[in-house]
């Protein structure tokens, strides 16, 4: 579905005088990657809106992309479920945070997904061409980033901003889990 509106989108555009016919796949490819941005997004923002939580999907949205940027993780085979299962994650982790508070188990949680996502991060799928250099730039973005956000989740804490806590906590357990799902037998073969 997705892959043919991108399709549907570049020919038009291109129609239209305002792309060239060179590179057809490159523009699909990139309509497509917008639109799977833009679309869990949209459906995300709705959800806040409706549930009064406006504060909280702009930290959630906010720290999700840029952990999810550079630690990597699991991709799913169609873009379709991609954008389904997005908006369904980005809301049942928003869900989660309004009644989730830091607790012991929480923080030790957070602890186990920073060691993997440290260790492990980040994770690439083969389908997307990454040099060693970007790999270790974005594995060391990953650590600075993972050290402010646990900075902000302890002072989040102490000044007893409980819900801005979770919500990042959510967020940094939820790419663990998604770097947990590349090690399964399955989908091994696909990231290194």
């Known amino acids: 579905m997705v892959e043919k509106l991108s399709r549907h989108i570049a020919l038009w555009l291109i129609k239209s005088g305002i792309l060239e016919n060179d590179d057809i796949d490159l523009y699909i490819y990139a309509i497509q990657y917008l639109l799977l941005i833009i679309n ?29 940027k550079y630690c990597g993780g699991y991709h799913c085979q169609s873009s379709t479920v991609c954008l389904i299962f997005s908006a369904i994650i980005l ?67 102490v000044l007893h901003l409980y819900r801005t806590a979770s919500c990042i906590s959510i967020v940094i357990i939820f790419c663990f889990i998604s770097h947990i799902a590349c090690m399964t037998e399955k989908n091994r073969k696909l990231y290194y």
């Open 91 to 157: 809301i049942v982790m928003a869900w989660l945070s309004s009644f989730i508070k830091p607790s012991l188990y929480m923080f030790i949680a957070l602890v186990i997904a920073d060691v993997e996502l440290i260790i492990k991060g980040p994770v690439i799928s083969i389908n997307h061409s990454v040099s060693d250099s970007e790999k270790k730039y974005y594995h060391r973005c990953l650590i600075g980033i993972l050290a402010v956000f646990n900075i902000i989740i302890i002072a989040a804490t």
């Open 40 to 68: 869990p997004t949209i459906i995300f923002t709705a959800y806040c809106i409706a549930t009064h939580n406006i504060t909280i999907g702009l930290i959630e949205i906010f720290s999700f992309l840029l952990i999810r």
